[in-house]
């Protein structure tokens, strides 16, 4: 026993192990009771709020904890110079990085607890969706800042890039140059995600029709936006996209959309009994929100007539199915009631042409 204490108290590594491992043990019980003293002093509305936040931060072990404390008491332990400035550092780094991930981690429970407030699920969420892609953008350009400031601080921790110091000041308006015009496409894709934020062309869960395709805005990152398609498919655009080349957004103010079919009918078609089969349909189905209806004849040609029929859903992708339950039935009907009805060409066979008597030109 006399001979483990005298070697203790000459092994500095002994010493720095077992100080490693007290440091390691305070930092989970704080962690413990942290989370266990929120729980208890918060009511039960809070609880879910407070499991939410341990759930952000599971697997974190507060890592700056034990690294403070290292770093506090390291100087008592009898390692030489060398070796006390190489760990000085990597302690210093090791606590600039905990406390990094922690303040992301904490940026996105932040995001959770705004993200409660406003459901995107609710019927009429343009507000909602307005908010979640303004908070969404702001917390990836928060995070990238974070990041690029944390591994400054990381690299004028060595000498080695600190001594470089002045020369890239000196350096820096031609560098700025230099870099400006390289990540000139790069600034622009940013600039337009900032302007797409706040004046929203564009928002999460919006239906758009881009390069003729129809979908709905999935993702708005920093420089991207995902669009996914009806039949599933992923299309990737540039964000510059949506603040330099016109674009059809469906549901900019409103989630309710106008739907409209259009049938070809010969001019035989009785337009009332139309109108009155056009109004049962609408009135079977629960897909129609009931607040427009309108049967018109908007065309007429030497061969047939154009009917277009106008009806209203609460969102595209119902509009959608809409349209085509209301061109399944009316055409149906036509054909089961009025099949004489459908568009046809006449030919006249049983009109006498005057010809002559060679009968290869008509007499005049």
């Not at 995600?193 to 062309?201: D, R, S, V």
């Amino acid at each position: 026993m006399i001979s483990f204490i005298e070697n203790w108290n000459k092994s500095a590594v002994l010493q720095f192990i077992f100080l490693v491992l007290i440091s390691f043990g305070i930092g989970l019980l704080i962690r413990y009771l942290f989370f266990k003293l929120l729980l208890k002093t918060n009511d039960k509305s809070d609880k879910a709020l407070v499991k939410k936040l341990a759930n952000r931060f599971k697997g974190s072990i507060f890592l700056f904890i034990p690294a403070f404390i290292i770093l506090t008491y390291l100087p008592t332990i009898g390692f030489s110079e060398l070796w006390l400035n190489i760990i000085s550092k990597g302690l210093e780094i090791t606590i600039m990085v905990s406390f990094t991930i922690i303040t992301i981690r904490l940026i996105y429970f932040i995001q959770d607890v705004l993200f409660q407030k406003y459901n995107v699920e609710e019927e009429n969420n343009i507000k909602a969706r307005e908010v979640v892609t303004q908070i969404t953008f702001i917390r990836k350009i928060v995070i990238v800042i974070m990041i690029v400031v944390a591994i400054s601080l990381i690299l004028l921790q060595f000498d080695g890039v600190r001594k470089y110091g002045a020369t890239i000041l000196t350096s820096a308006g031609v560098a700025g140059i230099i870099i400006g015009f390289a990540a000139q496409k790069t600034i622009g894709n940013l600039l337009a995600g900032f302007q797409i934020a706040f004046t929203q062309p564009i928002k999460i869960d919006d239906a758009v029709i881009v390069e003729n395709e129809w979908g709905w805005i999935e993702e708005i990152n920093l420089t991207y936006v995902v669009i996914k398609i009806w039949d599933l498919r992923r299309l990737v655009v540039p964000i510059t996209y949506f603040t330099d080349t016109p674009f059809q957004n469906w549901t900019r103010n409103s989630a309710d959309i106008l739907g409209s079919v259009f049938l070809y009918t010969d001019y035989s078609v009785p337009i009332d009994a139309l109108r009155s089969a056009f109004e049962s349909f609408l009135e079977e189905t629960p897909l129609w929100d009931r607040k427009a209806q309108v049967l018109q004849v908007v065309d007429c040609t030497e061969k047939a007539m154009q009917i277009r029929l106008l009806m209203t859903a609460k969102n595209s992708p119902t509009a959608w199915d809409l349209r085509c339950f209301i061109r399944e039935k009316m055409l149906v009907f036509i054909q089961e009631n009025y099949p004489e009805s459908l568009p046809k060409t006449r030919v006249n066979l049983n009109a006498e042409s005057k010809l002559s008597p060679k009968g290869k030109e008509p007499l005049t």
